[in-house]
């Protein structure tokens, strides 16, 4: 097998969202984002697995995502959209039964337009300045909006994952002025939001990346791995360089091993001399410059040389590897997810 494969475990995804379900709390509906193909593992396995699991709302980034979605989920399960109501969606919000978040006065009046009667939900800035209605525009339209029913209202914390996030408060202040006494659904929190305690749940919390195994969620199982196959292994000897311009020079003999995967394929170049890759609890460090589709690693510690070494495993987690290049679990998933061949495992 000449290139990686990502393993996908949909059983652990399925244990994960029954996890942030219970701490959800007993009253509170859990939802599940599947944004991004479902964060880059597929979102057809990925919706199945969690509708099994029981999850009865969804949410994807914009309209385009529909019509995979609502093909594995059939009619039942509500779709929502964050990006709302998009120049040219009407038909396919209509064909799918969408939801659109909407997110200002112009989507509010295009969907009206639209797609009168249609169910929609409303997205509250509170203070991340990304999508929704500021504060001022909110009191300008809230009484018209209510009396149309929106399915939802909704925001989004900027710092959950961080629970001492002084901001987390002052939006949840803000989400609650601005919704309290509408007596309809509401969603704050996202999975950073889900553990920050009850006040943030309302009626529904959307955890996304602890479904796949990310932080926050750090009691979460991890849901991927990846195993990269060597290609050859030579020893080294003293005084001798690895890769491209030699930047790094074996100071011993050394067994270094070649696998099959380099920045065409998401390894990030910045691992170069810093990144592992691992055998089992048995650490590999990366030697020398990624190459587009080769990275040289020491593997003089393993006898034998194993056919594979785990980028993503247990030893290594997303977000272990999104910390050796600078970036985050979210990133490491949608990047990878692209680019390898996914084998999905323990069907729930
Ligand atoms: C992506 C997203 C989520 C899920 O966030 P996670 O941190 O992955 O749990 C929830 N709500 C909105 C608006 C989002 O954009």
């Not at 602890?210 to 060597?230: I, N």
């Not at 691992?278 to 589709?293: E, F, K, N, Q, T």
């Amino acid at each position: 097998m000449g290139t990686g494969h990502l393993t996908i475990d949909l059983a652990a995804l399925a244990d994960n969202w029954r996890a942030l379900d219970a701490a959800s709390g007993a009253d509170v509906e859990t939802g599940a984002v599947v944004k991004a193909n479902g964060y880059g593992l597929g979102a057809g396995p990925v919706a199945r697995t969690l509708a099994r699991a029981g999850a009865r709302r969804f949410f994807i980034a914009v309209a385009e995502e529909g019509p995979a979605l609502r093909e594995v989920l059939g009619g039942g399960p509500d779709i929502y959209v964050f990006g709302g109501h998009m120049a040219g969606d009407a038909e396919l919000i209509r064909e799918l039964g969408l939801i659109p978040l909407l997110n200002s006065i112009d989507q509010l009046t295009r969907h009206i337009e639209a797609l009168p009667g249609h169910p929609f939900g409303i997205q509250l800035d509170t203070g991340m300045n990304r999508l929704g209605l500021e504060p001022e525009e909110w009191q300008a339209v809230r009484d018209i909006v209510l009396s149309a029913g929106p399915a939802l209202l909704m925001s989004h914390l900027a710092s959950s994952d961080d629970p001492d996030a002084a901001q987390n408060a002052a939006q949840l202040a803000t989400f609650r002025a601005m919704t309290d006494g509408t007596g309809l659904p509401r969603s704050l929190a996202a999975t950073g939001g889900t553990l920050l305690g009850p006040d943030y749940h309302f009626e529904l919390t959307r955890p996304g990346i602890g479904l796949y195994g990310g932080a926050p969620f750090t009691e979460g199982k991890p849901v991927v791995s990846l195993s990269l196959p060597v290609i050859q292994t030579r020893l080294v000897r003293a005084g001798e360089g690895v890769g491209y311009s030699a930047t790094w020079t074996a100071d011993e003999d050394t067994l270094v091993a070649t696998v099959a995967a380099g920045y065409a394929d998401g390894m990030d170049r910045a691992l170069s001399n810093t990144g592992m890759l691992w055998a089992g609890d048995v650490p590999c460090p990366i030697l020398g410059r990624v190459s587009m589709d080769l990275i040289g690693c020491d593997v003089s510690a393993l006898d034998p040389v194993p056919e594979a070494l785990e980028a993503l495993g247990p030893a290594q987690g997303i977000d272990a590897l999104a910390a050796a290049t600078g970036t985050i679990g979210y990133e490491v998933l949608t990047t990878f997810g692209r680019r390898y061949a996914r084998r999905f495992t323990g069907h729930a």
